[in-house]
């Protein structure tokens, strides 16, 4: 029971953290919110689901799928958010996009039902065993994604010109423009690299369990939770918690009713942030 | 005869308080031209909306032209790219980066700008940034974040380097030791904006200068005619002269 709990937590965690790791670098690095995160999720599950039942794309295929019809409506989305982007209006922002995830969602229940629904991946089906442990190899799939994206995200920001261009807009997007950095082009590019990371964690999560049109706010929560747990803008420290908090979920479900895991793991926030307001993993 | 930058009744607003009143000035190919005048005389606003930039949200009317081309209606990163390029008044740099990142940030510049410097063309500019290279910018000295603020300017191949205050804020040897590598650079055919609040410096590297009151021109002339010119003489050299 332990090691199934073990197996399960870190699934979830990689879970998590593949959810977790764009609002990083979309807060932390560019300062900007994005609370229609979860809706985004949503939609990489259900568009996924959408290709392989009405299209009957393979699931490998459909996963591309939805990242790109996510990309496309989250790039739609920050061009409409531009100027109160370079504004750093953080309200508006707020405002704005709780108001489009409530949207997506209801043009979600509009096209493709309120049942729950269920992605058909392979991978799902293979089960594999280490020792005594026992997983799918869709929880593989998110483990090595989780960390995949992790690695990437850590390089391109430590080490390439974007991941530069990326940290000086943060630092100070006025001063980026002396620098010849169009700073719109560089919010457009980590809003959408964001919205797709939601879409993936949707799209791999999803075939764990059924998937509804009106999941989203949890998922938004649960990031919210890494990210401030981590501390704003730190990737490590994002992993490290995503993982945590995929493990306290998964032991404290197999202790206690599930349905308290999420109320747990506020109490878990409230405590930290009154002890460390800097957050868990956070340097100073 | 057209200049490489052509400013033309530029005025500047901030809401209903008039900070530029109707400048023109020009400045030509590899030519050092200063602007000089009193804390809050308009010399950033007017420098800044050359360049197209505002930390506040100032309306800007008149013509700027660059080569020619009129680039006023272009945002400041565009402006940078051909060659308009600003070291702004105070933060000039990234302090969350290394010097050599900041170098390594500034976008490449396009086929009508002015002569590439790379990072180590820059670092031969500023020998003293050669050990600081892996060092973050906010642990720097005031000094050296200028030259770096300049270095990635320079960096950016500008046509026209527009610098607002470099030297405010040094020790008066540094200040001297700013302006000349400044001099240098324009010797070697980069033409530059300077404002500059000490006017005795300023004049020791300038061709031309213009005072500016109250967000106007009161007086323009070259370096030896401003020297001798009455107003600047009273108002900024003073009792203080050689
Ligand atoms: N962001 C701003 N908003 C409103 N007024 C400003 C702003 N920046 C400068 N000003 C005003 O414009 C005038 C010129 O300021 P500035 O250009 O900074 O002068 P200088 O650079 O010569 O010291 C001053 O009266 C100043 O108060
Ligand atoms: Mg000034």
């Known amino acids: ?284 | 005869m057209s200049a490489l930058l052509d400013v033309a009744d530029l005025r500047v607003r901030y809401g209903h308080s008039l900070a530029v009143d109707g400048v023109s000035v020009r400045v030509g190919a590899g030519e050092l031209v200063a602007v000089a005048g009193a804390n809050g005389a308009g010399k950033s606003t007017l420098v800044d909306a050359v360049a197209g930039w505002s930390r506040g949200r100032p309306a800007v009317t008149g013509s700027v032209r660059l080569a020619g081309q009129d680039v006023g209606r272009l945002a400041a990163h565009r402006r940078a790219g051909l060659g308009l390029v600003l070291v702004p008044e105070g933060k000039g740099v990234f302090d969350g980066m290394t010097v050599q990142e900041n170098l390594r940030v500034v976008r490449p510049p396009r086929g009508t700008a002015g002569r590439p410097y790379s990072v180590d063309d820059v670092l031969d500019v500023f020998p003293r940034l050669r050990e600081r290279i892996a060092a973050r910018c906010s642990t720097l000295s005031g000094g050296e974040r200028q030259m770096v603020a300049i270095g990635r300017a320079l960096r950016a191949a500008p046509r026209l380097l527009i610098l607002d205050e470099p030297s405010v804020g040094l020790a008066p040897r540094l200040v001297v030791e700013v302006l000349t590598h400044i001099r240098d650079l324009v010797d070697a055919g980069l033409s530059v904006l300077l404002v500059e609040q000490n006017v005795r410096a300023a004049l020791e590297v300038a061709d031309r200068l213009h005072l500016l009151d109250q967000g106007r021109i009161v007086a323009s002339g070259t370096a030896a005619q401003m020297r001798e010119d009455d107003r600047v003489a009273q108002a900024y050299l003073g009792g203080l002269g050689p």
């Open chain 1, 1 to 284: 029971m332990i090691l199934a709990a073990l197996v399960n937590g870190l699934a979830l965690g990689a879970g998590y953290a593949l959810l977790a790791v764009g609002w990083t670098v979309l807060l932390g690095a560019a300062r900007l919110v994005n609370f229609a995160h979860g809706q985004l999720y949503m939609l990489g599950a259900f568009v996924t689901w959408f290709a392989i039942s009405r299209f009957g794309l393979p699931y490998g295929v459909a996963v591309p799928v939805a990242l790109v019809v996510v990309a496309v409506l989250g790039v739609v989305l920050q061009l409409l958010m531009t100027r109160m982007t370079l504004d750093q209006n953080i309200v508006n922002l707020m405002l704005v996009t709780l108001a489009f995830g409530y949207l997506l969602q209801g043009g979600a229940a509009l096209l493709f039902g309120g049942d729950p629904q269920t992605i058909d991946s392979p991978l799902q089906q293979q089960d594999l065993a280490l020792g005594a442990a026992r997983f799918t190899g869709q929880d593989v799939l998110i483990v090595v994604l989780a960390l995949a994206f992790y690695a990437l995200t850590f390089v391109v920001l430590g080490r390439t010109d974007l991941g530069r261009m990326v940290r000086g807009v943060a630092e100070d997007p006025k001063l980026a423009q002396l620098y010849g950095i169009d700073a719109a082009r560089v919010y457009l590019a980590v809003f959408v690299f964001s919205a797709v990371c939601a879409a993936l964690a949707g799209a791999v999560v999803g075939p764990r369990s059924p998937i509804l049109t009106s999941m989203g706010f949890e998922e938004v929560i649960v990031t919210f939770l890494v990210v401030v747990l981590a501390g704003v803008g730190n990737l490590v420290g994002g992993l490290v918690v995503a993982i945590g908090l995929g493990l306290f979920t998964a032991f404290f479900g197999t202790f206690f009713p599930p349905a308290y895991s999420t109320a747990a793991a506020f109490v878990v926030l409230l405590v930290v942030l009154v002890v460390r307001p800097q957050g868990l993993a956070a340097r100073r």
